[in-house]
């Protein structure tokens, strides 16, 4: 069974742009959650997306947005973009969604640098 | 907010050594997990607590949920080179339709040098 697939793997962009990330989730997982992780804060809940709907928001700016499509792959995207933004986005799906399970599967993570 | 406190940050570990470390929080969680983070790689699970007081094993890996529900801990048997990586604890907690997952800062295991 294919795991959680993020794309892309690597990419550097400039302060002020926009990125989006992509995440495809196990087959037949309905939910995609989406966590921001660095060396000084560690894994950090961006939010989570359940059946195209979004259930919980961790506590970033407005900046950070999200989306899920009828077929559970989920986008995240972030605009104007700060030095600070550079990290690893880990995407993660499960067959129930946070409200019912801890058991997350993870992708390998996109690694955004911002210069 | 919730804050899950890991300790130790960072160890240092000989093959064949036993391995502990725990999470606690001022928060009650649902349940606590236990994942394992290898480099340029997501976390994969290594455990899953669900009930106060339950100790639940995995090969060389234990772990028990605290029972106040405000702690746990994983131990690892006689340790070996794979088990180098960064180990991170989580605890869930739900309320009506919604869960969240915190996750502490990590333990990161080295081999001694």
């Known amino acids: 069974k294919a795991g959680v697939t993020q794309t892309p793997r690597y990419l550097i962009k400039t302060r002020g742009q926009q990125v989006t990330l992509s995440c495809s989730p196990i087959?037949?997982?309905?939910?995609v959650s989406w966590y921001q992780q660095t060396p000084g804060q560690g894994l950090q809940f961006l939010f989570e997306?359940?059946?195209?709907?979004?259930?919980n928001k961790g506590n970033f700016p407005g900046r950070f947005s999200g989306r899920q499509f009828s077929n559970s792959r989920s986008e995240m995207n972030v605009s104007t973009l700060e030095l600070g933004d550079s990290a690893l986005y880990l995407c993660?799906?499960?067959?129930?969604?946070?409200?019912?399970?801890?058991?997350?599967?993870f992708g390998e993570g996109s690694r955004l640098t911002v210069l | 907010g919730q804050q899950l406190n890991q300790s130790p940050q960072s160890m240092f570990i000989q093959e064949g050594e036993d391995v502990s470390m725990n999470c606690t929080s001022s928060?009650?969680?649902?349940?606590w997990l236990w994942y394992k983070q290898d480099p340029g790689e997501g976390p994969v699970l290594l455990i899953a607590?669900?009930?106060?007081?339950e100790l639940t094993s995995n090969g060389r890996l234990t772990a028990q949920f605290g029972i106040t529900r405000k702690d746990s801990f994983l131990n690892i048997s006689a340790s070996i080179p794979s088990d180098v990586g960064i180990y991170f604890c989580?605890?869930?907690?739900?309320?009506?339709?919604?869960?969240?997952?915190?996750f502490g800062k990590g333990t990161k295991l080295s081999v001694k040098p």
């Open positions: 993660a799906s499960s067959l129930v969604g946070l409200a019912a399970t801890g058991e997350l599967f």
């Open positions: 087959s037949g997982h309905r939910s």
């Open positions: 997306y359940f059946s195209e709907t979004q259930r």
């Open positions: 928060s009650i969680f649902n349940t």
């Open positions: 607590l669900y009930k106060a007081g």
């Open positions: 989580a605890g869930r907690f739900e309320w009506g339709s919604q869960g969240n997952l915190i």
